[in-house]
């Protein structure tokens, strides 16, 4: 579904220096540490990179009908794990093989789209490639339904933009779902980021209740603005769990009031390019509890409050 959304971010003019730099270096949740060295070895090439990510991590909703492996209930934890240096351990755990051998699929790390995208984040990172998780819906789960997803955003040095790359998207998810994009460049319209999504429903361009995510069926307005708040988090390199929630988030139950919606409009025009922003967007999350991580959040499948670095 192009739009003038869509395509004017597609436009978007070549980063800012500061914001190059601080996407090139590692966050709280992106930083290897002890791994840092080991990840620097791998394949320079952004495909070989991918294929790393998908060697070393199984999704946990799919493990069973497309790769034939029954999660045990001991090992559903693992989707839980928040800092990139832990995944790293469990991994090794699973495994203590070099990070480049791609591991069997009882051997992987069960995790869901933000592990994909957290770790491919991670190692473009310690290679000093800029890079940054972005929080949105993708047209290419659910036909006629726009579904919960992050991907990658790489800078590209040669052609000097973002491209949105999406690490899950092995062979076996390709052909399950008929994905005929191109996984290291995913089209705007393919993937949305909140932004995107937020400006179509509040223009009449898209319904509402075609945004969330089928597990729970929770769809509407309220999942776009709490994927807003993921964005603004996620662009200020803390890249949280999909299900953990905090500060402005609104609850499915909720009817946005004017103020949220003139909230959640100016966390949109910030998150839109955030290249053009990025001193603001910095700023507010330094300065507003309603989108700044606590030290402890909201577990929403666990129901219950943790803090921010429980595993």
Request: charged share 25%; hydrophobic share 45%; glycine share 6%.
């Amino acid at each position: 579904m192009p739009t003038k959304t869509t395509e004017r971010v597609q436009m978007e003019p070549p980063a800012a220096g500061a914001a190059l730099a601080y996407y090139a270096r590692p966050g709280a949740m992106t930083i290897a540490n002890k791994h840092a060295a080991a990840l620097e070895t791998l394949p320079d090439d952004l495909g070989g990179l991918v294929r790393f990510v998908q060697g070393v991590v199984l999704h946990e909703y799919v493990a069973g009908d497309l790769y034939g492996f029954q999660v045990p209930n001991e090992r559903k934890s693992e989707s839980h794990i928040r800092p990139a240096e832990q995944l790293l351990d469990r991994i090794l755990t699973l495994d203590p093989r070099p990070f480049s051998v791609a591991r069997p699929v009882d051997r992987r790390l069960i995790g869901v789209c933000r592990h994909f995208a957290v770790l491919l984040a991670a190692v473009l990172r310690a290679k000093e490639i800029p890079a940054r998780v972005r929080c949105g819906f993708g047209t290419y789960f659910n036909p006629g339904f726009f579904e919960d997803h992050v991907v990658c955003e790489v800078w590209d040095a040669n052609e000097r933009r973002w491209r949105l790359v999406d690490p899950q998207f092995d062979k076996i998810w390709r052909q399950a779902l008929d994905i005929d994009h191109d996984i290291l460049d995913v089209p705007r319209d393919r993937f949305l980021i909140a932004a995107d999504a937020w400006v179509l429903c509040l223009e009449g361009k898209a319904d509402p209740r075609i945004f969330g995510i089928f597990k729970g069926d929770l769809r509407g307005l309220w999942f776009v603005a709490r994927n807003l708040v993921h964005d603004v988090a996620s662009l200020n390199k803390m890249e949280l769990l999909r299900w953990v929630d905090w500060g402005a988030m609104p609850n499915p139950t909720q009817t946005l009031t004017n103020d949220q919606l003139d909230f959640f409009d100016r966390l949109a025009a910030l998150t839109e390019m955030p290249d053009l922003t990025f001193e603001k967007l910095r700023t507010l999350y330094d300065g507003d509890e309603r989108v700044e991580v606590p030290k402890v959040v909201f577990n929403a499948v666990l129901q219950r409050q943790e803090p921010l670095w429980a595993t």
